[in-house]
């Protein structure tokens, strides 16, 4: 069983920057692709951005290309999403979780979910 915490959430206005962590414990970090995922209200569960078991690829939504970057940091098992240039429509609930099942596309087979953390960008 693996254990995901996000931290690092906020209030920022249009422009400014955060950078979510998740911390995972109880399994092994470092062989699970990491995906991050928000939802905003009204709306599906969408997903942001992946980083493989040893960093080596990342792939993001089209609509934080260039914003967003995604990290790792396997001796810490700590996951992070830098996201610089906010926007309104980021505004979120941000999610990280760990792949389980690889035979789909990126966006799918995520296992283990941490709770979330809250991101609102004001204009």
């Known amino acids: 069983q693996l254990h995901l915490v996000e931290s690092g959430g906020g209030l920022v206005q249009a422009g400014g920057s955060l950078r979510l962590s998740c911390a995972a414990s109880g399994h092994t970090f470092s062989i699970h692709t990491v995906g991050w995922f928000r939802q905003a209200p009204g709306k599906e569960r969408e997903f942001v951005a992946a980083i493989t078991e040893s960093g080596g690829e990342t792939y993001y939504t089209d609509s934080v290309k260039g914003r967003f970057t995604i990290s790792r940091d396997n001796a810490k098992a700590t996951a992070y999403l830098r996201m610089n240039t906010l926007k309104p429509e980021d505004t979120a609930v941000y999610y990280c979780?760990?792949?389980?099942?690889?035979?789909?596309?990126?966006?799918?087979?995520?296992?283990?979910w941490g709770q979330g953390t809250q991101v609102t960008v004001t204009s």
């Open positions: 979780a760990s792949r389980v099942d690889t035979t789909g596309p990126i966006n799918l087979g995520y296992g283990y």
